[in-house]
């Protein structure tokens, strides 16, 4: 079997546990759910200005969100368990082409997916910020993409770097509003750093013949893409969960039952750094290559 579908094995795995975990504690009984605005002005007399709002579509249950988030994940990794296990020529011929349009579809939709739970969860309303928070993330994958795809390293250089400019859209759109609540800025600074990190992993891989000898590209990408996942969702979950508990909210089915959210938000987010690390030493252990040599 090629290295890949171990690694793929193991994150279908990892997701599909979180999946179970999430079914337990969603939907939760008075779950707080979050409805998006358009908000407007209305001028009255002497230009006096009123500003107003319009709810649009219904409102966001962020539990639902997550749990969608990790069965798209499961079925993404399915396919590269399917693929690397059963056609594995075809996985790896064009450096990986298929492989490289799984990630970034996959990204598209699960990345997004996070950004829209985190940005309610933190007190996002507006919906036309949260749009263009989610077609940033778009652009970003499309533009991994054809970062994969050149052979041109200057245009690789110019194609990563326009994605770190474009990440400071939901990172700085996080940290106006992430201190005006206990416990948010936390997440925020997890969110940029770590989504951040797939940038750098690029980036170093244009840029070094060291990191490249260090980690395989690919390998990489899965190691930071389950860690990611993890640690974000669960510290939603979590932080959901406090809010509720802090202002006396009953719920059945909820963490707090099972765990101190204190400390699970302190050690959860430094036990996956911690992991994701270890991943990344482990997998420059390895050798992954994507044909056999003859002995």
Known sequence: MHTLFYYHLVATLVHGLSFFFLLQLVPQKNEKKYQLVVPYASYGDEMGMQFLYEEVFGAVSIGTLLLVNEAITVVSHLTGVLGFGLYRQRM???????????????????????????????????????????????????????????????????LNLSGFLLLLVPVVSFLTVAPLTEGFMALTLYYSVLYALFGAHSLLHILSEAWRAFIDKDAGFLVLGVATKEILTWMVVALQAKLMVDHSVATDKAISEYVDLDNFLLWLPLGGVGLMLIGLFASSRLTIRDAYEAV
Not at 107 to 122: D, F, G, R
């Open 92 to 158: 790896v011929e064009d450096e990986r082409h298929l492989e490289i349009i799984r990630r970034y579809v996959e990204y598209a939709i699960t990345a997004a997916l996070l950004e829209i739970a985190i940005y309610v969860l933190v007190g996002g309303r507006d919906f036309n910020l949260l749009l263009a928070i989610v077609l940033t993330n778009l652009t970003i994958q499309v533009l991994g993409y054809m970062l994969e795809r050149s052979k041109n390293q200057q245009r690789q250089l110019y």
